[in-house]
């Protein structure tokens, strides 16, 4: 949800706003958004998937970071500054680090629904997403049991790669091999 309804917010007013508040904020196109609390399906799901994710990356070049880590999307065709705490990231160029974000475009990205965020994952951040090129975009919707996979096209639109509701194993694209059992995932 939107926070601060004045027009525009520069990003140092931003930056001003997250010192005096403990709530996980994001900023996107000067408009402060803020994320609600998670609930404990919620958190299990961000704590199963970190895991695997974590585990199938060991001793590769590719690193799992988990909500709060700070995202400032960087990409040289788009002006702006964007940042965002998505649920998990997935991030192979480690060029972008600095002690307090990444700079940069994550390889892949998940979101994990609430029902008071669900149009700002499925809309904004799937049109921020693929702007930016990440190259896939999970996202988990506890209250339906469905996990929804696009990738990067050719023509850098997204496509649903895979969609599974209540059972059934889902697979990464670019992280080839890796997969998740919904059962286990959404118990």
Known sequence: MNLYRKAYISVDEYFKIRESSEELLEY????VYMSPSPSTKHQRISSRLHIKFGNFLERKHCEVFHAPFDI?????????TKIVIPDISVICNKDGFTDQRYVGVPELIVEILSPSNQSHDLITKLNLYMNYRVKEYWIVNPMLNTVTVY???KEN????????????????????GFEIDLEYLLC
């Open 157 to 176: 639109m997204y496509e649903q790669h895979d969609i599974k509701t209540n059972v059934g194993i889902v697979s990464s694209k670019i992280l080839e």
């Open 72 to 80: 400032e999307l960087k990409n040289e065709e788009i002006e702006g």
């Open 151 to 153: 990738s990067l096209n």
């Open 28 to 31: 996107i196109d000067g408009a």
